[in-house]
T-cell receptor, first 111, second 113 residues
Framework: GQNIDQPTEMTATEGAIVQINCTYQ??????LFWYQQHAGEAPTFLSY????GLEEKGRFSSFLSRSKGYSYLLLKELQMKDSASYLC????????????FGAGTTVTVRA | SQTIHQWPATLVQPVGSPLSLECTVE??????LYWYRQAAGRGLQLLFY??????ISSEVPQNLSASRPQDRQFILSSKKLLLSDSGFYLC????????????FGAGTRLSVL
């Protein structure tokens, strides 16, 4: 089975940095994804890691360690619009393209 | 790039009534298609996925069924809705390229009363 854990909630101040951790135990591994979901809306793709290391995209970065079953999403220079739920998802096998999602981390950015 | 259309955006249905939610995709061909459900404050649960016309895989036993009558059309159905079927239903599409990304439609919020 799949077990994907991330914190339920985090709060940070505008302009600050927040790191959202995700640990996973899955029967296989072929990539880890981060999605952002604003309340009442569909998830939107943020990042994809399949090799160890850091992927940077503007204010957002994602890190992966396959040996530790661990990833984090780093949000820098927080803005009020970053208040959302952040979903960690793992693709188990290379051929079926199914994703298993964590429950999501709700980030609240305060002024 | 692909566009995913889902309708309706919101739906209120009585217990025991039938359901039909439609998802259509534009801008790509032969995609993998998915139906997810998200309960309030919860993660996404994969319900069905399809790799081609008429090919449906069910992930969890439930009161729902899915069909793919055309390459870019994916339908979620129920003959008799239960209270527990309430939730946010999302259709997703995976284009078979090297990006490995699933893109989501805007979703349907279903309330069964």
């Amino acid at each position: 089975g799949q077990n994907i854990d991330q914190p339920t909630e985090m709060t940070a101040t505008e302009g600050a940095i927040v790191q959202i951790n995700c640990t996973y135990q899955t029967s296989g591994f072929n990539g880890l994804f981060w999605y952002q979901q604003h309340a009442g809306e569909a998830p939107t793709f943020l990042s994809y890691n399949v090799l160890d290391g850091l992927e940077e995209k503007g204010r957002f970065s994602s890190f992966l360690s396959r040996s530790k079953g661990y990833s984090y999403l780093l949000l820098k220079e927080l803005q009020m619009k970053d208040s959302a739920s952040y979903l960690c998802a793992v693709r188990d096998y290379p051929n079926d393209y199914k994703l298993s999602f964590g429950a999501g981390t709700t980030v609240t950015v305060r002024a | 790039s692909q566009t995913i259309h889902q309708w309706p955006a919101t739906l209120v249905q009585p217990v025991g009534s039938p359901l039909s939610l439609e998802c259509t995709v534009e801008g790509t061909s032969n995609p993998n298609l998915y139906w997810y459900r998200q309960a309030a404050g919860r993660g996404l649960q994969l319900l069905f996925y399809s790799v081609g016309i008429g090919q449906i895989s069910s992930e969890v036993p439930q009161n729902l069924s899915a069909s793919r009558p055309q390459d870019r059309q994916f339908i979620l159905s129920s003959k008799k809705l239960l209270l527990s079927d309430s939730g946010f239903y999302l259709c997703a599409c995976h284009v078979r390229d090297n990006t490995n990304i699933q893109y989501f439609g805007a979703g349907t919020r279903l309330s069964v009363l």
